[in-house]
């Protein structure tokens, strides 16, 4: 995988947006929330919590997003620099079925 080539995207407070792709997650029993970690674009390294389910954020899916960048850290898992970030919105969410005309299939 490309952990090693990551980056820390923005500085904390930036608003950001980027096309990540879930690599992991799980339910956090002890926030009650869903922990998500994957990629942008670039290759870097983005962890969240978020209070949507799990199966907002499929494995391998790229999704549209914006978020606030809340820290620079490094993944324990790779050790390689890692951006936490929160207040993440779905812009294409998969479930939303919007009436589009057409819905070209890439």
Known sequence: SGAKFSKHVGLPGDKI???????GKYTSQRYNCSVVSGTDA???????????????????EELDITAKV???TTSREVQAPE???SYVKIL??????????????S
């Open 17 to 23: 947006s980027m096309k990540f792709t879930t690599i």
């Open 83 to 85: 951006t936490v970030v």
């Open 92 to 105: 294409n969410p998969k479930k939303a079925k919007q009436k589009e005309a057409q819905v070209e299939v």
């Open 70 to 72: 809340k820290k620079h």
């Open 42 to 60: 670039e290759s870097n390294l983005i962890f969240f919590f978020s209070n949507k389910h799990l199966d907002a954020f499929p494995v391998g």
